[in-house]
């Protein structure tokens, strides 16, 4: 098992920063992926950005790249998602999720966290 908890979400202006914190603990996590989702009212849940641990290899969805940053600090078992330049449209929970890197299906999610970007 892998528990996540995210943290840093809050009321943001447009044009803003914000940087997103996701503590994992439960598994050593250097056969893991960490991703980052998210979810608007009345929509589905889609992907942000997802970092390999083991190398941290990056990816990142058309809509925050550029904007966004994920990282992560192997000594503190965190995942980070470094947002910038945010818009109303980026308002959302957003979510951290994990899964096997040999499996394509997230297992681990946390209980998210809400962004507000106003205009």
């Known amino acids: 098992q892998v528990q996540l908890v995210e943290s840093g979400g809050g009321l943001v202006q447009a044009g803003g920063s914000l940087r997103l914190s996701c503590a994992a603990s439960?598994?050593?996590?250097?056969?893991?992926?960490m991703g980052w989702f998210r979810q608007a009212p009345g929509k589905e849940r889609e992907f942000v950005a997802a970092?390999?641990?083991?190398?941290?290899?990056?990816y990142y969805a058309d809509s925050v790249k550029g904007r966004c940053t994920i990282s992560r600090d192997n000594a503190k078992n965190t995942v980070y998602l470094q947002m910038n330049s945010l818009k109303p449209e980026d308002t959302a929970v957003y979510y951290c999720?994990?899964?096997?890197?040999?499996?394509?299906?997230?297992?681990?999610w946390g209980q998210g966290t809400q962004v507000t970007v106003s205009s």
């Open positions: 439960g598994r050593t996590l250097s056969n893991y992926v």
């Open positions: 999720a994990a899964r096997v890197f040999s499996v394509a299906t997230y297992a681990y």
């Open positions: 970092i390999i641990w083991s190398d941290g290899g990056t």
